[in-house]
């Protein structure tokens, strides 16, 4: 594999900086997280003209039709600035959802919607006793027809229509048909709304089958893993840019060794979680044998990093970096929430093992 970006790779990530800053700037960001849903119109429709929606998705469904580096690059620069409302639910997790389990017709009726920004969606996946590996749910669907409670879906208040995970299979739900609830959830970050959406006998269609929903998930958390590296960035561009401004004794506490250590451990934990996401979306890209490893390892490593990094952050910073004005406390919210979304690091160490001792006993097996 080549260890740079190509040049469109390149123009695509600065371009992406310069019309989040230019769109979405903090100010923007704590608006848009005081409201009911953390949705704004018009950004949507700006992120729609800018190709975003369809950025991973084939050209036939109205994408632009490239790759999972490219959607990592967006999604790494959609978290440095922090942006709320559903680019991520729609986009990294129910558009791939689509793309990876419909069939002809589902794409052309759920994805091509996404891609053209028509609709936003999401997928409820989580229950109380289901994990992430996709077994013990207790939601089934009878006769078309869905009873049960999914738990933390983002973005589920602007959607268009819900993905929902089963014990038998993908099905999509109009948020207005009968049955459905929706009750915010406490969370921690506010610029992504969470719900628990509950059915009760709720007429749903069948998209298709689990397969092809690891895979999708396994994107998703590359995605959300480039959201964490981008926040980490911009929590390490604050603080030295804030060491070097502070002054201590006539002196500037960056040039304290001590300041400088924490500052250079940010910058190592930035780094090697940027390093373990982009070669994830790589392999997930190439199809390669140990695509999902990867993908388990770049999640497993950033959601103790981006922890790491904000909490040394905010030491840094000192009493400044406990005060709403400043803007540390956002991205480590962030970073919190996302730290446990899509399994949180203990989670994910345990699928490597799974994934490592399976792959081992199929070569023996063969050999």
């Known amino acids: 594999m080549e260890f740079g970006l190509s040049e469109s790779q ?38 729609v003209e800018q190709g975003y929606t369809g950025v991973l ?15 990592i690059l967006l999604m790494e620069e959609a978290g440095r600035a922090l942006v709320p ?23 052309k009726r759920y994805l091509a919607p996404i891609c053209s920004g028509e609709a936003r969606s999401t997928a409820a996946i989580l229950e109380t006793h289901a994990n992430w590996d996709l077994t013990d749910f207790e939601m089934v669907s009878s006769h078309g027809r869905l009873t049960g409670e999914k738990l933390f879906v983002p973005d589920a208040k602007v959607a268009d229509f819900l993905l929902v995970v089963t014990r038998d299979g993908v099905f999509v739900a109009d948020p207005k048909a009968p049955g459905i609830t929706m009750e915010p959830m406490a969370v921690m970050d506010q610029t992504r709304k969470m719900y628990s959406v509950r ?13 092809g929903v690891a895979q999708a998930l396994d994107v998703a958390r590359a995605a959300l893993v480039a959201e964490m590296v981008g926040g980490m960035q911009r929590t390490l561009d604050i603080t030295v840019e804030y060491a070097k401004m502070r002054k201590q004794f006539g002196k500037s506490i960056g040039t304290y060794q001590a300041v400088q250590h924490q500052c250079a451990d940010m910058y190592l934990e930035t780094e090697s979680a940027r390093s373990a996401v982009y070669y994830a979306a790589w392999a997930l890209e190439q199809h390669t044998p140990d695509a999902a490893v990867a993908v388990s390892i770049a999640k ?15 030491q840094v910073h000192g009493g400044m970096g406990f005060t709403w004005e400043n803007d540390l406390h956002l991205y480590y919210k962030r970073a919190k929430a996302s730290e446990t979304a899509l399994g949180d690091s203990t989670y994910h160490r345990e699928r490597i093992a799974r994934l490592v001792i399976d792959r081992s006993a199929a070569s ?4």
């Open 10 to 47: 390149q123009l695509l990530k600065d371009n992406a900086r310069k019309f989040f800053a230019g769109e979405c700037p903090m100010e923007e960001v704590r608006r848009l997280m005081e409201t009911e849903t953390a949705y704004d119109r018009g950004l949507w429709a700006k992120m």
């Open 57 to 71: 998705f084939s050209e036939e469904w109205g994408g632009v039709g490239l790759g999972e580096v490219e959607l």
């Open 85 to 107: 409302g559903p680019l991520f639910s729609t986009v990294a997790l129910a558009g791939v959802m689509i793309d990876r389990v419909a069939g002809l017709e589902g794409k």
């Open 199 to 211: 059915f009760s006998n709720t007429p749903v269609e069948r998209l298709g089958s689990l397969t």
């Open 300 to 314: 497993m490593y950033a959601s103790d990093a981006a922890r790491m990094v904000g909490n040394r952050g905010i």
């Open 364 to 367: 023996s097996q063969t050999a």
